[in-house]
């Protein structure tokens, strides 16, 4: 096993060609081992020699309104059907949030299943 950094193109290339020679090693073998050092140093190549930018908030909605063939109206109403059942609700769980001093005075708390976790009612 011949592990060393992979600092261009040719070497990203060859550490992809070295791991589809040794895919199918059974673990706990060199060639295992040596796979899952390979994954980790062709992850970290990637990153940051080939970014995924995540899309545009707007560019996604209208890529999706497009594809499905829905108007933006339906989103408008879907947008309104939400509001209307969040604020209809008096009790959600915030998970990992603790009521502090800084929450609305009219909120209670109550006991949670989970800790970390408030159950909120209004």
Known sequence: MQI???RTEDDYKSALARVREIWD?????????ELDVLAVLIEAYGDEHYPIIPPDPIDEIEYRLQETGMAPE???????RINELTSSANVFILPNQPVTSAKPKNLKTKRASKPNQAIVTA
């Open 25 to 33: 090693a059974e673990d706990g073998t060199p060639e295992s081992d």
């Open 74 to 80: 339906h989103v408008e109403i879907m947008i309104h």
């Open 4 to 6: 060393k950094p992979i």
